[in-house]
């Protein structure tokens, strides 16, 4: 049951993922690999130093929007749960009366300038991230590489919108912003290093508004690991004095499947581990596919893993030679299968919608920080 894939994977991939495999277990401790690269990591960090002064300076210009500005953003490369966290935030601002509009670089997309996310967009027009933020929230989505005009671009067309939130984002200088959220995972900060030796793309001690950590469970370790102490850098508005903060918790529920050619046919997980009968395969193109993997696990599910590159496009149709029963897929994943007719079609393949669950008072507290901002 643990071999499903009969066809072996081109050359290249495997290059390819042995190399991420390799970095990414050198960026969980300071062995000697990470040593050996540390030196280069002081050179990037000198180099990303530098960009922030200048924008600090005003040297480089960066633009302020007309509404409250909130970025969702991480410092550990990779992915930590943006999207989920967005949705979520996106969906508690609405609650709280307030019409809020989401930007986005849209990763993949081959298109330069700002356009629109709608129900007929594709995720090689827009990225798969904006299109599921779009799907799930409704609101206003737009991306673009320049996310300053981004915004300026969607404020012109939904003059409503109050509130912009930018999904990553955080190192885009550019633009201004009002509240700075930096979320990690179960990870915490790595080795702490700078990339290469490390997997961060900033200091921890970076200034933010919030941390969030997405993570079944707290530690203290993890807790201090990521805390940026009592004085943080604010690439942007300099040194600032910042106390520590709370850290909010965030966790990633997944309750049921749906089927990808019928999204209205579901079974619960727990119904579905009731069955140990099942050959059951799991995929996952996102930046930590182990936390999907490990999701499903807690529920009770016997799988298969089928780790994929974040983003992967699935045009190398992966499912065609896997002997399983039901496949599970991330939404993420999903948005793109459902524009290939052959996948789109296959009886196996079954989304797993997840759901994050923040305290409210994440939400109650940029509300009230944004509400006090002097609009421009």
């Not at 749960?81 to 670089?105: D, H, N």
């Not at 300099?238 to 709370?246: E, V």
């Not at 069955?275 to 499903?296: D, T, Y």
């Not at 065609?320 to 524009?339: N, S």
Request: proline share 7%; aromatic share 4%; charged share 25%.
């Amino acid at each position: 049951m643990k071999n499903l894939l009969s066809r072996r994977k081109p050359v290249a991939q495997n290059k390819s993922s042995a190399l991420e495999a390799t970095l990414t277990r050198n960026w969980l401790r300071r062995g000697p690999l990470a040593c050996a690269l540390w030196p280069v990591s002081l050179v990037f960090r000198l180099v990303s130093g530098v960009r922030a002064a200048l924008f600090r300076a005003g040297v480089l210009k960066s633009s302020r929007l007309p509404v409250p500005v909130v970025v969702v953003g991480n410092i550990y490369i990779g992915g930590t749960g943006k999207t989920p966290l967005t949705i979520w935030l996106v969906q508690a601002l609405q609650e709280a009366g307030m019409r809020p509009g989401v930007i986005s670089r849209g990763f993949g997309s081959a298109e330069e300038g700002a356009r629109e996310v709608t129900a007929a967009s594709t995720p090689a027009q827009v990225g798969d991230e904006p299109l599921l933020i779009k799907q799930r929230t409704g609101a206003p989505v737009m991306v673009g590489r320049d996310r300053a005009a981004t915004g300026r671009a969607l404020l012109a067309a939904y003059p409503e919108v109050d509130i912009l939130l930018t999904d990553d984002g955080l190192q885009h200088y550019k633009l201004q912003r009002d509240v700075e959220i930096i979320l990690f995972d179960g990870r915490g900060a790595g080795n702490g290093w700078l990339l290469p030796a490390g997997p961060l793309r900033e200091p921890v001690s970076r200034r933010r508004d919030f941390t969030v950590i997405n993570a079944p469970e707290l530690t203290g370790d993890l807790v201090r690991a990521v805390q940026p102490g009592k004085a943080g850098s604010d690439p942007v508005r300099g040194q600032t004095p910042m106390t520590r903060r709370p850290v909010v918790q965030m966790t990633l529920v997944g309750e049921h499947a749906e089927q990808l050619r019928d999204r209205t046919r579901k079974q619960s997980l727990s119904e579905l581990a009731a069955h140990p009968e099942l050959r059951i395969a799991a995929v996952a193109g996102i930046g930590n596919p182990a936390r999907f993997f490990g999701m499903l696990k807690g529920a009770g599910l016997s799988i298969t893993e089928l780790p994929l590159p974040d983003h992967h496009d699935f045009q190398d149709r992966p499912f065609a030679t896997l002997d399983a029963d039901l496949i599970l897929m991330t939404e993420k994943d999903a948005v793109k299968c459902a524009q290939i007719e052959e996948l789109s079609d296959d009886p196996r393949l079954w989304v797993v919608p997840v759901t994050a669950r923040i305290d409210r008072a994440l939400a109650d507290q940029i509300v009230e920080k944004c509400r006090g901002r002097s609009i421009a």
